[in-house]
C-alpha cells in the first residue's frame, strides 16, 4: 500500500519567516495530495491541495509543489504568523475512493 | 452551510465496552470516511462509506465497524473495547466517491477507555 513520509517533524521559524514542509510517497498511482492543518482541539482543515496534472499551485501566502518523478511534494508558508503554529499534516490518495494515506504530522511554531 | 458534525465529542468508557459513535456530513455530502488519530499511529483509515454501502476499508480488526444511512449520516462502532481503542476518531465527507474528492473533516470525538 501507499506509505507516506514527512518532514521535518517539528519546525521553528520567527514570524516572517518562510517554512517548508516536505513530504515523499511510495505509490505511483496517488493523484491527490492534500494538505491540512490541525489545531488543538480540533479536526484537520484542509488547506490546500494539488492533483498530479499540476506541478504547482498557490493560494495567498501558501503554496504547494508536486514532482511526480521524485514522488515528493512540498508545503511553502511566505510570511508566517504566530496563527500559523498548529501541527501540518500532507497525504495522499489514489484512485480507490477517497481513503487518505497521511504523513506523521509536522508542528511548526512561529516565534513572535 | 454547516461543518460536519461528530457527536459524542468526549466520552469514557470502561474495557470490554462497546461504544457508537455519530457523524454527520456536510448537508449533499454523501461519501463518508472515519479516520483513527493515536499520538503513536498518527491518521489512519478505518473504513469509507457511500450510498449505505462500505467501499473501502483500512487495516483494523473486525471489532471496528460502521454504516451509513440513506440521509448519508454515518455511524462507527468498536465492540469489546481495548485501552490501545483510546484514540480521537474523526470523521471526513466528500461531495463524491472519486479518487480526489476533497474531504472535510469533523473536530472528532475523544474516546478514552479505562
Known amino acids: 500500500g501507499e506509505n507516506v513520509e514527512q518532514h521535518p517533524s517539528t519546525l521553528s521559524v520567527q514570524e516572517g519567516d518562510s517554512a517548508v514542509i516536505k513530504c515523499t510517497y511510495s505509490d505511483s498511482a496517488s493523484n491527490y495530495f492534500p494538505w491540512y492543518k490541525q489545531e488543538l482541539g480540533k479536526g484537520p482543515q484542509l488547506i490546500i491541495d494539488?492533483?498530479?496534472?499540476?506541478g504547482e499551485k498557490k493560494d495567498q501566502r501558501i503554496a504547494v509543489t508536486l514532482n511526480k518523478t521524485a514522488k515528493h511534494f512540498s508545503l511553502h508558508i511566505t510570511e508566517t504568523q504566530p496563527e500559523d503554529s498548529a501541527v501540518y499534516f500532507c497525504a495522499a490518495s489514489g484512485n480507490a475512493g477517497n481513503m487518505l494515506t497521511f504523513g506523521g504530522g509536522t508542528r511548526l511554531m512561529v516565534k513572535p | 452551510k454547516a461543518g460536519v458534525t461528530q457527536t459524542p465529542r468526549y466520552l469514557i468508557k470502561t474495557r470490554g465496552q462497546q461504544v457508537t459513535l455519530s457523524c454527520s456530513p456536510i448537508?449533499?455530502?454523501?461519501?463518508v470516511s472515519w479516520y483513527q488519530q493515536t499520538p503513536g499511529q498518527g491518521l489512519q483509515f478505518l473504513f469509507e462509506y457511500f450510498s449505505e454501502t462500505q467501499r473501502n476499508k483500512g487495516n483494523f480488526p473486525g471489532r471496528f465497524s460502521g454504516r451509513q444511512f440513506s440521509n448519508s449520516r454515518s455511524e462507527m462502532n468498536v465492540s469489546t473495547l481495548e485501552l490501545g481503542d483510546s484514540a480521537l476518531y474523526l470523521c471526513?465527507?466528500?461531495?463524491?466517491?472519486?479518487?480526489?474528492?476533497?474531504?472535510?473533516f469533523g473536530p472528532g470525538t475523544r474516546l478514552t477507555v479505562t
Open positions: 471526513a465527507s466528500s461531495l463524491v466517491l472519486t479518487g480526489g474528492a476533497e474531504q472535510y
Open positions: 494539488i492533483r498530479s496534472n499540476v
Open positions: 448537508s449533499g455530502h454523501r461519501s
